[in-house]
């Protein structure tokens, strides 16, 4: 009984605040700036997001060739080692 009477006071709370926080008429201009300043960030974030996986590809790229040479200069030393 007490979880069915919480539920209803807490069903009433809810939707009395959002009922309380519809915008008003007057206040349209000023949403749209900060739509419009969301829109904004979002965008620079998202070219951001891509410029660091960008950049990450580019090091990768260039962390496999040094991976390379150091494994063909280990293997050089080593074959080298093996003949003397």
Do not use: C, H
């Not at 949403?31 to 300043?37: I, S, W």
């Amino acid at each position: 009984m007490k979880k069915i009477a919480t539920l209803i006071l807490l069903t009433a709370t809810i939707s009395t605040m959002a009922w309380a926080q519809q915008a008003s008429p007057g206040s349209s201009a000023t949403n749209d700036q900060l739509v419009q300043m969301r829109l904004e960030i979002q965008s620079a974030r998202k070219e951001y997001d891509r410029k660091v996986k960008e950049a990450k590809g580019v090091f990768n790229e260039a962390k496999k060739a040094a991976a390379q040479e150091r494994d063909t200069a280990i293997s050089a030393a080593r074959t080298k080692g093996g003949q003397s």
